[in-house]
């Protein structure tokens, strides 16, 4: 069974920085391809980034571009977003999300993703 349990949310003060982790079980890492998405209240999810399958180069959505940064330990099947100059309006529930067919340009849908984590909350004060 496919499992992703996300961790490392918490509250940081503008300019501070969290990693956020996602171990993903069911097969090896780099046959899924794994998003990262965003929640806050009252909005829509939101894309923040992902990694295809088989492909280390991570695709950011520009909000984030310049101060986030994807990673994956294949070793330890663990995903990671290292957030890095966090402002107010990162504050949402982060998911991640993973396919093991995605490769296309619906990464930014998160309808495209068949298995989900259950959140963590990223809070950055004002």
């Known amino acids: 069974q496919v499992q992703l349990i996300e961790s490392g949310g918490g509250l940081v003060p503008p300019g501070g920085s969290l990693r956020l982790s996602c171990k993903v079980s069911?097969?090896?890492?780099?046959?899924?391809?794994v998003g990262w998405f965003r929640q806050a209240p009252g909005s829509e999810r939101e894309f923040v980034a992902s990694m295809k399958r088989f492909n280390s180069n991570p695709y950011y959505d520009n909000s984030v571009k310049g101060r986030f940064t994807m990673s994956r330990d294949n070793a330890k099947n663990t995903v990671y977003l290292q957030m890095n100059t966090l402002k107010p309006e990162d504050t949402a529930v982060y998911f991640c999300?993973?396919?093991?067919?995605?490769?296309?340009?619906?990464?930014?849908?998160?309808?495209?993703?068949?298995?989900w984590g259950q959140g963590t909350q990223v809070t950055v004060s004002s």
């Open positions: 999300a993973a396919d093991q067919q995605l490769i296309t340009s619906s990464l930014r849908i998160p309808s495209e993703y068949d298995y």
């Open positions: 069911g097969r090896a890492l780099n046959t899924y391809t």
